[in-house]
């Protein structure tokens, strides 16, 4: 059992001058500061006092053509420009869910119509090459986390730290009970159609959504989503994810829902 002993010194004045000492009597030395986070990268596990130096990363793989992105970390960076400056000379166009974008004109500067990046949305990003985007911050994106959504077409983020992801239907769990969501889709063209929209089963070739992915999502009306860390493994590691569309469905929707994209 470990007995801690608080000390104090002053010189002068009390409260400019006043230290505080931890001490850790099971290994007869001051107890040590440092993360505490054991997601943290830096994590240490030999430490007492949290220091509040813990530093997240997010490793996101991009390819070539047409993909969507989020983000499970709160960037250093406040514009989205400059969290993605490590891989802009592969960028072609970004694109948010509102239509704003960053794009490179006709005399090779960026313009940046989209400013701040935000924690609740998934971004249209158009690569030249694969490539991996690292983001780091000092915190992740607190669960739950509640994102608004807007009667019609949306772009959503997904930021669990699960790496295994979740069930697409245990995600959108609320949203099915209120028959709030139309459809969704992947970056991949792999859609979610419910089974009361379809008139018989559900049409589900999503099945897991990932973190760092962003998600084309329609809903009937305004309704919020709330993302939170999934409490069971719902991903079986003997199913296999078919990422082509090779089988072909009837569109039940107006409009091209991935305007951009086609």
Not at 42 to 60: E, V
Not at 142 to 151: E, G, K, Q, V
Not at 201 to 225: C, F, H, R, T
Request: glycine share 6%; with cysteine; proline share 4%.
């Amino acid at each position: 059992q470990q007995t801690y002993l608080l000390e104090s010194s002053s010189d002068i004045d009390l409260w400019d001058f006043l230290q505080f000492f931890l001490y850790d009597s099971a290994t007869n030395s001051d107890a040590s500061y440092g993360c505490m986070n054991s997601l943290a990268d830096n994590y240490n596990p030999d430490a007492l006092i949290d220091d509040g130096s813990c530093q997240f990363s997010q490793s996101i793989n991009l390819n070539e053509g047409w993909n969507m992105l989020s983000f499970n970390v709160t960037p250093n960076d406040g514009l989205l420009l400059d969290v993605l400056s490590p891989i802009l000379d592969d960028v072609l166009l970004v694109i948010d869910e509102t239509g704003y974008a960053i794009f490179e004109n006709q005399n090779g500067a960026q313009v940046d119509n989209i400013g701040n990046w935000s924690g609740s949305e998934g971004y249209l990003i158009k690569m030249s090459n694969n490539v991996n985007l690292n983001v780091s911050g000092n915190s992740q994106i607190t669960l739950p986390y509640t994102i608004n959504l807007t009667s019609g077409w949306n772009i959503i983020s997904f930021p669990i730290q699960s790496i295994d992801g979740d069930d697409v239907e245990n995600v959108l769990s609320d949203l099915l009970t209120s028959q709030s969501i139309y459809t969704m889709f992947d970056e991949l063209g792999n859609i979610y159609i419910p089974d009361y929209i379809t008139g018989g089963n559900a049409q589900n070739s999503i099945q897991i959504m990932y973190p760092g992915e962003g998600y084309y999502l329609k809903v009937n009306n305004d309704v919020n989503l709330i993302i939170d860390e999934p409490n069971n493994l719902l991903h079986n590691n003997n199913f296999s994810l078919n990422q082509s569309r090779t089988n072909h469905f009837v569109p039940i929707w107006d409009g091209n829902p991935f305007f951009p994209m086609t």
